[in-house]
């Protein structure tokens, strides 16, 4: 194991060869994170509405336990025929190309959308592989960037940011900074609170004034987790970036879509893209910003 990390420690094109085929392989594992996560926490949500419903089940008929459903099981399966996916089958991007994207059983179609998650996945952590030191720092900023293309997709299929993934993300933050990695600890712990009560205040100024909801409490403690990562200082431009893009995207599907204009646009992906660019860009794109204020 020693010769293996001094391999790569000293080759940077080994180094960035083991972290692509990471990559892969756990964006092949946020595939199943994306899709089971929510459904595990409506089945948890059911389960916490008939604890309060206690009394009125117990006059219900009782039925058969479901089957145990998480991360680890069942085995992945074609949604159509049941088909039990094998191991040959479930090698990054191979595997889709191989079957040419569909089931090796009924021929129903699989979507594009997975390999393009593990594709995604290897690109960006090869990405932190060249600008984060060896060592614990590259091992939580793979860490952070994996949970952020988790939590983005998250956020696009369900408009949710759960709590298992924003709340640990934060903590974490907080442990890695408490030899400075990313932000002095003292910073750190500022950013988790500047960063939460940010768009906190934000969220009831709107809703005092319009009545409406802007965003969702996930949002809040991603922000705060960012801020835990990057220290306060890195808020101003990550909250800029994730409008910029927000504001895009909306305008975008505004005029592509019908009825985009009412239709909410979740802001989770854009905070975790503004938090993953700043990870990896951080250094220019403050000095770019300060440039830019100072003429």
């Known amino acids: 194991m ?20 990471l990559g892969l392989l756990v964006g092949s594992f946020l595939n199943v994170v994306i899709h089971r996560l929510p459904k595990m926490m409506q089945a948890e949500w059911r389960s916490e509405c008939r604890a309060f419903l206690e009394d009125e089940l117990k006059a219900a008929p009782t039925k058969e336990e479901k089957p145990k459903y998480n991360l ?26 191989c079957l040419k994207g569909k089931c090796s059983e009924c021929k129903t179609p699989i979507s594009a959308r997975y390999p393009s998650i593990e594709l995604l996945t290897g690109l960006m952590s090869l990405a932190v592989a060249f600008v984060v030191p060896f060592g614990w720092p590259l091992l939580a900023a793979l860490v952070l960037t994996w949970t952020l293309i988790a939590l983005t997709f998250i956020d696009f299929d369900t408009m949710l ?31 988790a609170m500047a960063g939460y009560l940010s768009l906190w205040s934000i969220y009831w100024a709107f809703k005092i004034l319009t009545k409406k909801e802007g965003m969702g409490y996930g949002d809040f403690k991603l922000l705060a987790a960012l801020g835990a990562w990057f220290g306060w200082q890195a808020l101003p431009l990550i909250i800029l970036l994730s409008s910029f893009v927000g504001a895009i995207v909306g305008i975008s599907l505004m005029a592509l879509a019908k009825n985009g204009r009412g239709q909410p646009i979740p802001f989770g992906p854009y905070l975790a893209a503004a938090g993953w660019i700043y990870l990896v860009y951080g250094e220019q794109l403050i000095e770019l910003y300060y440039r830019f204020l100072l003429g």
């Not at 010769?3 to 960035?16: F, V």
Request: with cysteine.
């Open 161 to 191: 940011l759960p709590d298992n993934m924003t709340l640990p993300l934060l903590w974490l933050g907080l442990i890695v900074n408490f030899n400075g990695s990313f932000a002095t600890l003292e910073d750190a712990v500022i950013g």
């Open 72 to 97: 680890v099981v069942p085995r992945s399966a074609c949604p159509q025929c049941g088909h039990k996916i094998t191991a040959l089958e479930n090698i990054p991007i191979i595997s889709w190309l």
């Open 2 to 21: 020693t010769e293996i990390l001094l391999l790569l420690q000293g080759s940077l094109w080994a180094l960035c060869l083991v972290v692509l085929c």
